[in-house]
C-alpha cells in the first residue's frame, strides 16, 4: 500500500501559467481532500470529492481554481492563470468513508509562481 | 467560525526535557481533535485522535489530552530526543461535516 501519492512533488509556473496537481488516494479510499499551507501559515481546507462528486468546496477561491476526482484516475486539482500568491504546498488526503476519524495525508506538492 | 490557535510558535528544549504544547479553539462544538507531526519537505504524520467524548489519548512518549468546554487540548511529550524535531499541529473536525480546521504549529527543535 503506496499510501497517498502527490506529483508532482515540486511544480513551478510562470505568472500566467497553468499548474496541475494530481493525487491518488490510498487504495480503497474513495473521498478525497485538498488542504492549502501558504507560507507561515496554517493548513486551510480547500475541497472535499468523493468520485465524481464533489461535496465540499467552501474553501476554494472563486476564480482560477478547480477540482475534480474522475471515476478513474487520480483526483486533479486545476489551477489557471496562476499568481505569485498561489505560490504554497497543497496536500492532498484521503479517507475510506465519509466520518472516517483519520485522514491520511500525502507528502504534498511545492508549487513556486515565478 | 472555528479558529485554532497554537503557543508557543516556536519552542527550543535541550534533550531528555518533558515539554507541554498547547491549542485552543473557538468552537468547543468539534467532533474529534488530532495531533499531527510535519517533518520539512514532508507530509503529515497523524500522532493522536481524541474524540470529543474522550479526555485523553497516549502512544508511547505521547499524551494528548482535551477539554472540550474550554477549548483546550495539550500534547505532552516525555523525555524529548532530537528526532521529535518537528513542526506540531493541532485540528479540529467539527460536527458538521469532515473538514478539519488546523492550527498554525509550534516548530519544535530538541537540541543534543
Known amino acids: 500500500n503506496a499510501g497517498v501519492m502527490q506529483n508532482p512533488r515540486h511544480l513551478v509556473r510562470r505568472r500566467g501559467q497553468e499548474a496541475r496537481l494530481r493525487c491518488s488516494p490510498m487504495k480503497g479510499h474513495s473521498h478525497v481532500y485538498w488542504y492549502r499551507q501558504l507560507p507561515e501559515e496554517g493548513l486551510k481546507f480547500m475541497v472535499y470529492?468523493?468520485?465524481?462528486?464533489?461535496?465540499?468546496e467552501s474553501g476554494m477561491p472563486k476564480e482560477r481554481f478547480s477540482a475534480e476526482f474522475p471515476k478513474e484516475g487520480p483526483s486533479i486539482l486545476r489551477i489557471q492563470q496562476v499568481v505569485r500568491g498561489d505560490s504554497a504546498a497543497y496536500f492532498c488526503?484521503?479517507?475510506?468513508?465519509?466520518?472516517?476519524?483519520?485522514?491520511?495525508f500525502g507528502a504534498g506538492s511545492r508549487l513556486t509562481v515565478l | 467560525k472555528q479558529e485554532v490557535t497554537q503557543i508557543p510558535a516556536a519552542l527550543s528544549v535541550p534533550e531528555g526535557e518533558n515539554l507541554v504544547l498547547n491549542c485552543s479553539f473557538t468552537d468547543s462544538a468539534i467532533y474529534n481533535l488530532q495531533w499531527f507531526r510535519q517533518d520539512p519537505g514532508k507530509g503529515l504524520t497523524s500522532l493522536l485522535l481524541i474524540q470529543s467524548s474522550q479526555r485523553e489519548q497516549t502512544s508511547g512518549r505521547l499524551n494528548a489530552s482535551l477539554d472540550k468546554s474550554s477549548g483546550r487540548s495539550t500534547l505532552y511529550i516525555a523525555a524529548s530526543q532530537p528526532g521529535d524535531s518537528a513542526t506540531y499541529l493541532c485540528a479540529v473536525r467539527g460536527g458538521g461535516g469532515n473538514k478539519l480546521t488546523f492550527g498554525t504549529g509550534t516548530q519544535l527543535k530538541v537540541e543534543l
Open positions: 488526503a484521503s479517507s475510506p468513508e465519509s466520518g472516517a476519524n483519520v485522514l491520511t
Open positions: 470529492l468523493q468520485k465524481e462528486n464533489i461535496i465540499d
